[in-house]
C-alpha cells in the first residue's frame, strides 16, 4: 500500500510540475515588443523635443501624435507579417495535403523512416506509421509536425497579434505622456513614470521567460534611460543651432 500511495505522489507532483505555458499562442511576442517600444520610443521623442526648448503643449502634441503613429503602425506591421506567415505555413500544409492523397503510400514509408532514424525498430515503425495514417488530418498533422516542425491546429491569429501589438504599444506610449495631461510643465516626471514603466515591463516578462526579474528590468530601464538620454542631447543640440 505505502509503494502505491508513494507512486501516486510521485506521479501527481509530476503532472503538477509538468505543465506547460502555451508559447505559440501569438500574443506575447507583440505584446511584450509593442509595450516596450511605445515606451522607449515615445519617451525618446518626447525628450528629444523637450530638449528644444520647446512649450509644453509641444510636447503633449508630439507624445500623442507619436502614441496614434506609432499603435496603428506596429497593428499594421503585425498583423501583415504574421498574416504572410500564417499564408506560406497554409501553403505548406497544402502541398502536404496533396502528397497525402496522391502518395499515400510513400508519405507512409517517409514517416516510418523517420521513426527508424529516431531509433524504431522498424517493423514497430511501420505498424505505427501505418497506424497514424488511416486518418487522413491526423497524418497531416504528423507529418506537419515531424517535416515542418509546426502544429496546424496552433497557428498564430493575424488579429490577436495586431491588437495586442496596438493596445500595449498605447498603454507603453501614454506613460510619458500622462504626466503633462495631468499638468505637468517639465520633462522629469515624464521620464521618472517611464522608466518605472520599463523596469514594472521588464519585471512582468521575467515571469513569462524565467529570467530574473530585477535583471530583466534594469535592463530595460537602462536602455529606454539611454534612448531618452541620447535624442535629448540631439534635441538640445539641434534647437540651439535652430
Same mark, same amino acid.
Given at each position: 500500500?505505502?509503494?502505491? @500511495?508513494?507512486?501516486?505522489?510521485?506521479?501527481?507532483?509530476?503532472?503538477?510540475?509538468?505543465?506547460?505555458?502555451?508559447?505559440?499562442?501569438?500574443?506575447?511576442? %507583440?505584446?511584450? !515588443?509593442?509595450?516596450?517600444?511605445?515606451?522607449?520610443?515615445?519617451?525618446?521623442?518626447?525628450?528629444?523635443?523637450?530638449?528644444?526648448?520647446?512649450?509644453?503643449?509641444?510636447?503633449?502634441?508630439?507624445?500623442?501624435?507619436?502614441?496614434?503613429?506609432?499603435? !496603428?503602425?506596429?497593428?499594421?506591421?503585425?498583423?501583415?507579417?504574421?498574416?504572410? $506567415?500564417?499564408?506560406?505555413? $497554409?501553403?505548406?500544409? /497544402?502541398? @502536404?495535403?496533396? @502528397?497525402?492523397?496522391?502518395?499515400?503510400?510513400?508519405?507512409? *514509408? @517517409?514517416?516510418?523512416?523517420?521513426?527508424?532514424?529516431?531509433?524504431?525498430?522498424?517493423?514497430?515503425?511501420?505498424?505505427?506509421?501505418? *497506424?497514424?495514417?488511416? /486518418?487522413?488530418?491526423?497524418?497531416?498533422?504528423?507529418?506537419?509536425?515531424?517535416?515542418?516542425?509546426?502544429? %496546424?491546429? /496552433?497557428? %498564430?491569429?493575424?488579429?490577436?497579434?495586431?491588437?495586442?501589438? !496596438?493596445?500595449?504599444?498605447?498603454?507603453?506610449?501614454?506613460?510619458?505622456?500622462?504626466?503633462?495631461?495631468?499638468?505637468?510643465?517639465?520633462?522629469?516626471?515624464?521620464?521618472?513614470?517611464?522608466?518605472?514603466?520599463?523596469?514594472?515591463?521588464?519585471?512582468?516578462?521575467?515571469?513569462?521567460?524565467?529570467?530574473?526579474?530585477? !535583471?530583466?528590468?534594469?535592463?530595460?530601464?537602462?536602455?529606454?534611460?539611454?534612448?531618452?538620454?541620447?535624442?535629448?542631447?540631439?534635441?538640445?543640440?539641434?534647437?540651439?543651432?535652430?
Amino acid at each position: 500500500m505505502a509503494i502505491i @500511495e508513494t507512486e501516486a505522489t510521485l506521479h501527481e507532483a509530476h503532472r503538477d510540475n509538468h505543465t506547460h505555458r502555451d508559447v505559440n499562442g501569438g500574443w506575447l511576442r %507583440p505584446a511584450v !515588443f509593442g509595450a516596450m517600444d511605445g515606451l522607449v520610443s515615445n519617451l525618446a521623442l518626447m525628450s528629444g523635443v523637450a530638449g528644444g526648448a520647446v512649450g509644453q503643449q509641444t510636447i503633449i502634441l508630439t507624445g500623442l501624435a507619436g502614441l496614434a503613429a506609432g499603435a !496603428f503602425s506596429m497593428a499594421a506591421g503585425e498583423y501583415t507579417s504574421v498574416a504572410s $506567415q500564417r499564408d506560406l505555413v $497554409q501553403a505548406e500544409l /497544402d502541398v @502536404e495535403r496533396r @502528397e497525402l492523397r496522391r502518395h499515400p503510400e510513400d508519405e507512409e *514509408q @517517409e514517416l516510418a523512416a523517420l521513426y527508424v532514424s529516431r531509433g524504431v525498430e522498424p517493423e514497430l515503425a511501420r505498424k505505427v506509421a501505418r *497506424q497514424l495514417s488511416h /486518418d487522413p488530418e491526423q497524418a497531416l498533422e504528423i507529418h506537419a509536425r515531424e517535416e515542418l516542425g509546426i502544429d %496546424p491546429g /496552433d497557428l %498564430p491569429s493575424p488579429t490577436v497579434a495586431a491588437v495586442s501589438s !496596438f493596445g500595449s504599444f498605447a498603454l507603453g506610449a501614454l506613460l510619458p505622456v500622462l504626466p503633462y495631461l495631468l499638468g505637468a510643465t517639465v520633462l522629469w516626471p515624464a521620464v521618472l513614470l517611464a522608466l518605472a514603466g520599463l523596469f514594472g515591463c521588464g519585471a512582468v516578462v521575467a515571469r513569462v521567460t524565467a529570467r530574473t526579474w530585477w !535583471f530583466s528590468g534594469l535592463r530595460q530601464l537602462a536602455l529606454g534611460g539611454a534612448a531618452a538620454g541620447v535624442t535629448y542631447a540631439l534635441g538640445s543640440l539641434f534647437g540651439a543651432a535652430l
